[in-house]
């Protein structure tokens, strides 16, 4: 649990979000709609962001699981993603935030080697995360600033091989629309 090994039993139809809430104290994972449809309790099961209202606690045994909790830089610093939220003023009321965090945590992972997510690609992934207060644009937004200062901090071996791609795509649009092709 946020990489530090926890020992309990749990009844059988005990669910993840109940564990960590009543059981561990970690309420930063928050109870929505007790159905999988809001994504508030999201966090990760071995680095996959899930429902944990969705998830049994025994099916989560001898899993890593990280709550909003456990995602905080030594010291309290904000993550990068964190961080890009509060600057592009997505997290407003709070209530989905930790669920969110959660969920595009692992997209700024997965995408850190690779051209930063279009704004359609971010918005199928908040698929299962509500928010009724931001509209989505503020955080959509700063995933796109978590995900390009992530690319940032990669060593420059790694981002010369898509830099490569990406100036070879627009040479190929920029010579499809000379000849008047749509790209």
């Known amino acids: 649990m946020n990489g530090r090994p926890e020992q309990f039993s749990a009844e059988p139809n005990e669910l993840l979000v109940e564990r960590l809430r009543d059981g561990l104290g970690l309420t ?9 449809q809001c994504g508030t309790c999201v966090v990760q099961l ?8 969705l ?3 025994a099916s989560a045994a ?28 997505g997290t407003q009321c709070g209530f989905c935030t930790p669920g969110m965090v959660m969920a595009l945590g692992e997209l700024v992972e997965n995408t850190a080697d690779r051209e930063a997510p279009t704004e ?3 918005r199928e992934w ?5 928010c009724r207060c931001t509209g989505y644009h503020s955080v959509v937004r700063g995933v796109q600033r978590a995900c390009s ?10 981002t010369e091989g898509a830099a ?20």
């Open 62 to 89: 001898g899993s890593r699981v990280t709550t909003i909790e456990g995602v905080t830089e030594r010291g309290g610093e904000l993550t990068g993603l964190q961080e890009a939220l509060r600057q592009e003023h």
């Open 120 to 122: 359609p690609e971010i």
């Open 164 to 183: 490569v791609v990406a100036s070879a795509g627009s040479a190929a649009s920029a010579s499809a629309a000379a000849s008047g092709k749509e790209v």
């Open 28 to 36: 930063g994972t928050k109870v929505g709609c007790d159905t999988g």
């Open 55 to 57: 998830i049994l606690t």
């Open 149 to 158: 200062a992530a690319r940032a901090e990669l060593p420059e071996e790694i």
């Open 46 to 53: 071995d680095g996959r962001s899930v429902k944990s209202c």
């Open 126 to 130: 908040l698929t299962g995360n509500l």
